[in-house]
């Protein structure tokens, strides 16, 4: 009776925490997706990844708006999928219970929702690699894509005040 108690609990947690995430994914913001979205179609397009992958949990999602741009970082977790990586995106692809667990951190500045004010900054490694040296390195990467010079990006107004050769 006790072992039918636990893996109850056990299951119940479990489910419980996987709604928790869920329902996390489903309140991004416009911005966030489109940083999920990318670093999604960047994780696939690498040569070494053979199998999808599928968003398991959001550890962190952050939106901070800046004058010239507004910061998103993401950090999350990805199980993989039963579906190669060409068709990761059907409802058919089902997470496999022993595949691999990716760890990924993404840092983004946007002007607009359309448009990448600086280059992105992403990491994806095993949850086993995942090490105090590689956390702090990636918190390093993310604060230079935060704190970049603006200055000399095409921004609206940056020339407002230029004057015309007479």
């Known amino acids: 009776m006790r072992h039918l108690l636990a893996a109850f609990w056990l299951g119940a947690t479990i489910f419980v925490v996987a709604v928790v995430d869920q329902a996390k994914l489903e309140k991004l913001s416009d911005l966030q997706q489109k940083a999920l979205d ?13 199998n999808g ?10 939106e901070t708006e800046f004058s010239a741009g507004t910061f998103v970082r993401l950090q999350f977790n990805l199980k993989q999928t039963n579906c190669k990586k060409q068709q990761r995106k ?13 760890n990924c951190i993404a840092c983004y500045k946007f002007v607009s929702l359309n448009e990448m004010l600086l280059p992105p ?9 995942l090490q105090k040296e590689i956390e702090d390195t990636r918190k390093n990467e993310c604060i230079e894509v935060q704190d970049k010079d603006e200055s000399g990006w095409a921004l609206p107004g940056v020339f407002s005040f230029s004057r015309s050769p007479s």
Do not use: A, W
């Open 38 to 50: 990318h670093t999604l179609d960047t994780y696939h397009s690498s040569p070494q990844v053979q």
């Open 53 to 62: 992958f599928k968003v398991l949990s959001m550890q962190e999602q952050t």
């Open 90 to 102: 059907r409802k058919s692809c089902k997470i496999v219970r022993n595949g691999r667990e990716i």
């Open 121 to 129: 900054y992403m990491d994806c490694v095993p949850i086993q690699q």
